[in-house]
């Protein structure tokens, strides 16, 4: 079975700096996704970046972008120039490139809590 | 495209009694996920729906646990005798078996509070 660690239940940054969230996981499979999932209070969660397995270069969305280390399996995210509005919980989550059972089910770790400092 | 919604979005009962919950996922969307969100915790998987046939089940998912989703379209989640441990956010997610990654479209959840 897959295991998703977020290692820091809470970080804070200054608005318009930089931060990065850690992630590592676990898995035998060669193949699969990555996601990061901004979960605001009282939000509904959605999805901020996402990394094939297969593919070498790290992904990036606008202010979002992640050091994904296949080797090392860790899955890091940065966030930079952070607005006030980028305050939530943040999930690191895993799942699987094929299921033969078509489930597509998503493994998250425990959740990292933002704060934004103005 | 109104997103997923969930209703109630929040949910107090007494121990002992039925609670169910609804969710409409994204109206092109297939797929159906079932999670639940404790305190401190991620999202964990109850269960998955393709159409209308439910094909995976946690063993988080005990016999007080049902969940339907009658002609593919919206879904229930009745939990029968509940428990003080039932208590937590109830998430649905929705996705469309189309495209390459299948991403999952979360509702707002329903809070449950057993007393």
């Known amino acids: 079975a897959q295991t998703v660690t977020q290692s820091q239940p809470e970080m804070s940054v200054q608005e318009a700096e930089t931060v990065t969230l850690s992630c590592t996981y676990d898995?035998?499979?060669?193949?699969?996704?990555l996601f990061w999932y901004k979960q605001p209070p009282s939000r509904q969660m959605i999805l901020v970046i996402r990394q094939e397995a297969y593919k070498q270069q790290n992904a990036t969305e606008n202010r979002f972008s992640v050091n994904f280390q296949k080797a090392a399996k860790s899955f890091s995210l940065k966030i930079s120039d952070s607005q006030l509005g980028d305050a939530a919980m943040y999930f690191c989550a895993y799942r699987t490139y094929y299921s033969g059972g078509s489930n597509y089910k998503l493994t998250f770790g425990k959740g990292t809590l933002l704060t934004v400092n103005p | 495209d109104t997103g997923v919604s969930q209703n109630p979005r929040h949910k107090i009962t007494k121990r002992g009694q039925n609670v169910t919950f609804r969710c409409d996922p994204i109206?092109?969307?297939?797929?159906l996920y079932w999670y639940r969100q404790t305190l401190g915790q991620g999202p964990e998987f109850l269960t998955y729906?393709?159409?209308?046939?439910?094909?995976?089940k946690s063993r988080l998912l005990s016999d007080r646990f049902s969940a339907e989703r009658p002609k593919g379209s919206f879904s229930t989640l009745e939990i029968q005798r509940t428990e003080q441990g039932d208590s937590a956010m109830y998430l649905c997610?929705?996705?469309?078996?189309?495209?390459?990654?299948?991403?999952?479209?979360f509702g707002p959840g329903t809070r449950l509070t057993v007393t």
């Open positions: 729906f393709q159409n209308e046939a439910q094909l995976e």
């Open positions: 997610a929705s996705s469309f078996s189309g495209g390459d990654t299948y991403e999952q479209y």
């Open positions: 109206s092109e969307h297939n797929r």
């Open positions: 898995t035998s499979e060669s193949d699969y996704y």
